[in-house]
């Protein structure tokens, strides 16, 4: 894994060189073992690298890369798993080749430069962002992954386009200021991150997952941007699969299931330097440990984090499943302390507003495992693939026994139930002990019945999912310009409509949440500390399956991934993962409360938000008077803010 930066047209970069050490020198997280230039004058093309070696740690594998025959230049992030596979091939059809080393990246590149680019991504198992030069037809082709596991900015700016694994190479260019995107950050405050393909910044976008786009010089002269192209249609793979049932028994599927997922995972297992796994031990990361130990000849490194606090520390089960299974485990308790001291660090992390707060657990565990390990796998993706998320079976029922409802009686009951201070739901549920729902007795009780409250307001099935996805009340109402906000239940590709609610909401969080929400987390949480992570959901033969299994192995039921829960329960006893879905987050809430109060404090100061001349200050300081009386539950909503102050603050640091 790796970063890359560079541009094309040279425009208003003034020394070629220069500019292009500056963008590789501001992502030098991403790869601190090397870093490699190509620049083409004539042609206005530069092209820079920085490495974190994983397969082939000689300077074979070093990059910007040039093809045999000279053709092709191109700059690579990420890792192709089956290249051995690709590189066989080529062999079986043009004879024996002089490599020139080992690594994925000359396999790739030498099967673009001799079967073109499509046909080579059509075969692809892998992560990767990547920026192809052709020196023939003099045009630059940038990719991205599959699922967006990889980063790929790009965008105009005075007559050169811009391209980078992280916005911060860009704003390393002398003169580089666009105008923020009010839009995007009304997004930002809406839902905890920036939906792409949208950025922080006007003019600048994320590449979508699975796309590409070819740019030539006159493009971008003229100041035209082609729209990128899709290499690959998840949308359409996943309709041929429902169109293709899995017709066997679900012991089969069973079976098939565990042969697609172990050999994804071995595939993963490639390195040259030393791997680990985070582990949770919940569902998709205690399967990813359990495949790993099964193919390894000695115990898996394994990490986890802890909170002592009830219905967030899953300590005790990850410790539980890494005993089971026989790995060599780190675990690091959390305190709020720790919290606040990474905070100014994990704003620097993220280059534009980012407040999902499971990025402090995630940057910890990436911090703690760095220590031991250069690869760590993860369970990412488990939740979209095999339907996970409790909105994609709790929404539906909640839906169909609301929608006949009157909407102002709703309006109604959702008011009625905001109005109920948390203090008092917390307290009721802990008196019911196990007669409490289930979903409610995870110590999170408050939280459930807010996000309860906030989607029964709603006036359709699509505002419901929005709401759904949406982790704040009236996030136009923090800011005090004006902003036009996003619906994400509105991008559904038309050919999707005769799915059900589930389906559809799987389909929109694999093109929106988990690219631009939990992959960033994971991405720049891990680059940060120079950690490259992988995960074995994230393989389209794989997502092909999933989407042919009969519903009640997914979504369909009562709790969600059925089918990956036996394949599990195979290879770890039930007890010990069965339980509440709790998610790798912290108790912001409580916290704010408590141990970060002060610091919470200072940054809602009128004062203090008033700085960037964006925020409604009267309103945000009426929301944390609120929080702290316990009237409300407003820590999402507070945490987009603190975030948003941190992220500004690291600019300006």
Same mark, same amino acid.
């Given at each position: 894994?790796? &970063?890359?930066?560079?541009?094309?047209?040279?425009?208003?970069?003034?020394?070629?060189?220069?500019?292009?050490?500056?963008?590789?020198?501001?992502?030098?997280?991403?790869?601190?073992?090397?870093?490699?230039?190509?620049?083409?004058?004539?042609?206005?093309?530069?092209?820079?690298?920085?490495?974190?070696?994983?397969?082939?740690?000689?300077?074979?594998?070093?990059?910007?890369?040039?093809?045999?025959?000279?053709?092709?230049?191109?700059?690579?992030?990420?890792?192709?798993?089956?290249?051995?596979?690709?590189?066989?091939?080529?062999?079986?059809?043009? &004879?024996?080749?002089?490599?020139?080393?080992?690594?994925?990246?000359?396999?790739?590149?030498?099967?673009?430069?001799?079967?073109?680019?499509?046909?080579?991504?059509?075969?692809?198992?892998?992560?990767?962002?990547?920026?192809?030069?052709?020196?023939?037809?003099?045009?630059?082709?940038?990719?991205?992954?599959?699922?967006?596991?990889?980063?790929?900015?790009?965008?105009?700016?005075?007559?050169?386009?811009?391209?980078?694994?992280?916005?911060?190479?860009?704003?390393?260019?002398?003169?580089?200021?666009?105008?923020?995107?009010?839009?995007?950050?009304?997004?930002?405050?809406?839902?905890?991150?920036?939906?792409?393909?949208?950025?922080?910044w006007q003019g600048i976008s994320k590449l979508p997952p699975a796309h590409r786009i070819t740019v030539k010089l006159d493009d971008?002269?003229?100041?035209?941007?082609?729209?990128?192209?899709?290499?690959?249609d998840a949308v359409g793979d996943a309709l041929a699969a429902r169109g293709a049932t899995f017709a066997g028994s679900a012991r089969?599927?069973?079976?098939?299931?565990?042969?697609?997922?172990?050999?994804?995972?071995?595939?993963?297992?490639?390195?040259?330097?030393?791997?680990?796994?985070?582990?949770?031990?919940?569902?998709?990361?205690?399967?990813?440990?359990?495949?790993?130990?099964?193919?390894?000849?000695?115990?898996?490194?394994?990490?986890?984090?802890?909170?002592? $606090?009830?219905?967030?520390?899953?300590?005790?089960?990850?410790?539980?499943?890494?005993?089971?299974?026989?790995?060599?485990?780190?675990?690091?308790?959390?305190?709020?302390?720790? $919290?606040?001291?990474?905070?100014?660090?994990?704003?620097?992390?993220?280059?534009?507003?980012?407040?999902?707060?499971?990025?402090?657990?995630?940057?910890?565990?990436?911090?703690?495992?760095?220590?031991?390990?250069?690869?760590?796998?993860?369970?990412?993706?488990?939740?979209?693939?095999?339907? &996970?998320?409790?909105?994609?079976?709790?929404?539906?029922?909640?839906?169909?026994?609301?929608?006949?409802?009157?909407?102002?009686?709703?309006?109604?009951?959702?008011?009625?139930?905001?109005?109920?201070?948390?203090?008092?739901?917390?307290?009721?549920?802990?008196?019911?002990?196990?007669?409490?729902?289930?979903?409610?007795?995870?110590?999170?009780?408050?939280?459930?019945?807010?996000?309860?409250?906030?989607?029964?307001?709603?006036?359709?099935?699509?505002?419901?999912?929005?709401?759904?996805?949406?982790?704040?009340?009236?996030?136009?109402?923090?800011?005090?310009?004006?902003?036009?906000?996003?619906?994400?239940?509105?991008?559904?590709?038309?050919?999707?409509?005769?799915?059900?609610?589930?389906?559809?909401?799987?389909?929109?969080?694999?093109?929106?949440?988990?690219?631009?929400?939990?992959?960033?987390?994971?991405?720049?949480?891990?680059?940060?500390?120079?950690?490259?992570?992988?995960?074995?959901?994230?393989?389209?033969?794989?997502?092909?399956?999933?989407?042919?299994?009969?519903?009640?192995?997914?979504?369909?039921?009562?709790?969600?991934?059925?089918?990956?829960?036996?394949?599990?329960?195979?290879?770890?006893?039930?007890?010990?993962?069965?339980?509440?879905?709790?998610?790798?987050?912290?108790?912001? &809430?409580?916290?704010?409360?408590?141990?970060?109060?002060?610091?919470?404090?200072?940054?809602?100061?009128?004062?203090?938000?008033?700085?960037?001349?964006?925020?409604?200050?009267?309103?945000?300081?009426?929301?944390?008077?609120?929080?702290?009386?316990?009237?409300?539950?407003?820590?999402?909503?507070?945490?987009?803010?603190?975030?948003?102050?941190?992220?500004?603050?690291?600019?300006?640091?």
């Open positions: 894994m790796c &970063g890359l930066a560079g541009f094309f047209g040279f425009g208003a970069v003034g020394d070629a060189a220069a500019s292009l050490t500056a963008m590789t020198d501001a992502i030098v997280h991403r790869g601190p073992d090397a870093d490699g230039a190509w620049i083409d004058g004539e042609a206005q093309i530069a092209l820079g690298h920085r490495r974190l070696s994983i397969i082939d740690l000689s300077p074979s594998g070093a990059q910007p890369m040039v093809s045999h025959d000279g053709r092709m230049a191109f700059a690579f992030n990420g890792e192709v798993y089956n290249y051995l596979d690709i590189r066989a091939d080529l062999e079986a059809r043009y &004879g024996p080749i002089e490599w020139r080393g080992h690594s994925d990246s000359e396999v790739v590149l030498e099967a673009f430069a001799r079967d073109g680019i499509q046909p080579v991504l059509d075969r692809i198992d892998g992560m990767f962002a990547m920026a192809v030069f052709d020196r023939e037809t003099r045009e630059l082709t940038l990719v991205r992954d599959a699922f967006g596991e990889k980063p790929l900015y790009y965008g105009l700016w005075q007559g050169s386009l811009l391209f980078a694994s992280e916005l911060r190479s860009m704003e390393a260019l002398e003169g580089f200021a666009p105008a923020m995107d009010l839009d995007a950050l009304g997004d930002f405050f809406k839902y905890s991150y920036i939906p792409g393909p949208s950025t922080i971008i002269r003229e100041a035209r941007m082609p729209q990128p192209v899709a290499w690959w089969e599927a069973r079976e098939e299931g565990d042969r697609l997922l172990m050999a994804s995972a071995g595939r993963r297992l490639m390195s040259d330097v030393p791997l680990g796994a985070f582990l949770s031990g919940g569902i998709d990361s205690s399967m990813t440990v359990a495949l790993m130990q099964a193919q390894a000849d000695r115990p898996v490194r394994t990490f986890s984090i802890g909170m002592d $606090v009830p219905g967030f520390d899953e300590s005790p089960a990850a410790r539980a499943v890494a005993e089971h299974l026989g790995t060599d485990h780190t675990e690091l308790v959390l305190t709020p302390a720790q $919290v606040q001291d990474a905070i100014p660090r994990i704003a620097h992390v993220h280059d534009e507003p980012f407040a999902d707060s499971s990025q402090v657990p995630t940057f910890l565990v990436s911090q703690m495992a760095r220590e031991h390990v250069t690869v760590a796998l993860s369970g990412d993706g488990g939740d979209e693939i095999f339907g &996970g998320y409790n909105r994609y079976f709790n929404g539906p029922r909640v839906w169909n026994r609301v929608a006949g409802l009157p909407a102002p009686l709703r309006k109604a009951a959702g008011g009625a139930l905001a109005a109920i201070p948390q203090g008092l739901i917390d307290g009721a549920t802990r008196l019911a002990g196990p007669l409490a729902p289930k979903e409610l007795a995870a110590g999170r009780a408050s939280e459930k019945v807010q996000k309860l409250a906030r989607v029964l307001a709603t006036q359709d099935e699509r505002a419901f999912h929005d709401r759904l996805l949406a982790t704040a009340d009236a996030p136009e109402t923090m800011l005090s310009v004006d902003a036009r906000l996003s619906r994400l239940s509105e991008r559904q590709d038309a050919r999707a409509a005769a799915l059900d609610f589930a389906q559809r909401a799987m389909l929109v969080d694999t093109a929106n949440y988990m690219p631009d929400d939990v992959l960033v987390k994971v991405d720049r949480a891990a680059m940060a500390v120079s950690l490259e992570t992988r995960t074995p959901y994230l393989e389209r033969d794989l997502f092909r399956f999933a989407w042919s299994l009969p519903e009640e192995l997914r979504a369909g039921g009562k709790e969600g991934k059925r089918l990956l829960r036996d394949m599990l329960y195979a290879r770890v006893p039930r007890e010990l993962v069965d339980r509440p879905k709790a998610g790798f987050s912290i108790p912001v &809430g409580r916290w704010l409360r408590g141990g970060l109060r002060e610091w919470a404090e200072s940054e809602l100061s009128r004062d203090a938000l008033a700085r960037s001349g964006l925020l409604d200050a009267d309103t945000i300081r009426r929301r944390w008077q609120e929080h702290l009386s316990g009237k409300r539950d407003h820590e999402t909503l507070l945490w987009n803010v603190l975030m948003f102050q941190a992220w500004q603050h690291g600019r300006a640091g």
